[in-house]
């Protein structure tokens, strides 16, 4: 099936509207909220599902090795899983994903605990309406609509990305190494992946560590297709640094600047060859607007987890490319779950670059699900056939590595 027109998109489920059928024999009674999907033109007609009890399983799986950014280091996932039952027993799944600590969003583990066990999931089985749209944790809100996306799939026993309008085909992967003590072990890793069949190589980059490790990679790997990223770890006064990454031929130099630094994220595009990529920056499409209109960036990392959803990823997705800038599918880095979501929108022909969503092993001691997420030697992940993702969750796995949960029904 052939992608569709982003204008089709627009009304995908950003505006999420829950329904009661009314009172019954005369007294005010609770029913089954529905969710009503208006899915792209030509697909389905519109279409909608019943819900009976969400679930929340939030678990911490430990990394293979500690990640190591600007800002932080993080040994494990600490994520929360969404367990949606339909009226009809279907199960969907979501994952609200954000880093551990806040030293990447104000959105952490914590914080999306409480909203989706506080206002989300309350909200969602007993109010009249439920707009998406009016929550302010984007992590909390792609966890819930990833699962109601899911439910909505297996309940049409249709791939995800058939929902989306998406033709299926190989992902390119590329990887995201962290912050090493030395140089010797940074071109090791690099090596691993490169051997691995990575099609690029992201390095993260902080004030002294960023000129020297960048030209040591370029001496050994001169043709490797290399991008780094700084996760906002620098201001303009550092321009002389960026001047001298400038000319080893990057692919990108992702988020160099604060997050609220747009104008100035402008002004040092202004002086370089390397295209700036936004990450922290290309939370909404209100963001977004700002960095087109200030020349601030001419690539887009669009995380589905930081955007708040399937949804707003499809739109930023429409509102980038109309402007002319390339785009890729960016990681927290997510368990199974959300990463075998985003595989989906990372299958759309509008995103250029390889995707940060790398194989389970490459992150993970374990992931809950099945199979695990796998790059080809030729480093291309393939979707697994099948409704929905195509990939189980092992509820046997998330029991293990659950250190809370809750249950809500109807």
């Known amino acids: 099936m052939a992608a569709r027109g982003f204008d089709h998109y ?13 009172p019954s024999h005369g007294r005010p009674r609770r029913a089954a909220p529905t969710v009503a999907f208006i899915v792209p033109e030509g697909i389905l007609e519109r279409e909608s599902i019943t819900i009976s009890s969400v679930g ?6 430990p990394f293979v090795e500690p990640f190591r950014i600007s800002n932080g280091v993080v040994a494990e996932k600490d994520a929360i899983l969404i367990e949606l039952t339909t009226g009809d027993g279907i199960v969907g799944w979501g994952e609200a994903s954000p880093m551990s600590g806040s030293f990447y969003s104000s959105d952490t583990p914590d914080t999306c605990w409480a909203t989706l066990k506080d206002e989300i999931v309350p909200a969602l089985l007993s109010l009249g309406k439920l707009d998406l749209t009016q929550v302010g944790d984007n992590f909390a809100k792609a966890g819930i609509e990833g699962a109601l996306w899911d439910a909505f799939a297996h309940t049409q026993q249709t791939a995800l990305c058939d929902l989306l309008g998406i033709e299926r085909r190989p992902v390119p992967s590329g990887v995201a190494i962290g912050i090493f003590d030395t140089i010797d072990e940074l071109i090791d890793r690099v090596n691993r992946y490169v051997n691995e069949g990575y099609q690029r190589v992201k390095i993260k980059i902080q004030p002294g560590w960023d000129v020297e490790p960048v030209a040591a990679i370029r001496a050994h790997f001169p043709q490797l297709p290399l991008m780094v990223d700084a996760n906002a770890a620098y201001t303009l006064n550092d321009l002389q640094i960026f001047l001298e990454l400038d000319r080893f031929n990057l692919m990108m130099m992702e988020q160099p600047l604060a997050a609220s630094a747009i104008a100035e994220a402008g002004e040092l595009q202004a002086h370089l060859n390397t295209p700036l990529c936004a990450d922290e920056s290309a939370d909404s ?40 800038l390339q785009c890729w599918v960016g990681t927290m880095p997510e368990l199974g779950i959300a990463s075998a979501q985003a595989l989906h929108l990372a299958m759309h022909p509008g995103f250029s670059f390889p995707t940060d969503i790398e194989a389970s092993s490459r992150w993970y001691t374990d992931d809950v699900i099945e199979p695990a997420i796998t790059i080809e030697a030729n480093g291309f992940i393939n979707v697994p056939p099948g409704p929905g993702t195509g990939f189980t969750v092992n509820r046997e796995k998330v029991k293990r590595y659950e250190i809370a949960a809750e249950s809500f029904s109807l």
């Not at 505006?15 to 059928?21: A, F, N, Q, T, V």
């Not at 929340?56 to 799986?61: A, G, K, T």
């Not at 963001?287 to 990823?313: C, P, Y």
């Open 285 to 324: 499409l209100d963001t977004l607007d700002q960095l087109i209109a200030n020349r601030a960036a001419r690539i887009i990392n669009i995380k589905v987890q930081r955007v708040g959803g399937l949804s707003e990823a499809l739109a930023m997705l429409q509102a980038a490319r109309a402007a002319d």
């Open 10 to 22: 627009a009304e995908l489920l950003a505006r999420l509207c829950l329904e009661y059928s009314g």
């Open 56 to 61: 929340l399983h939030r678990v911490r799986v």
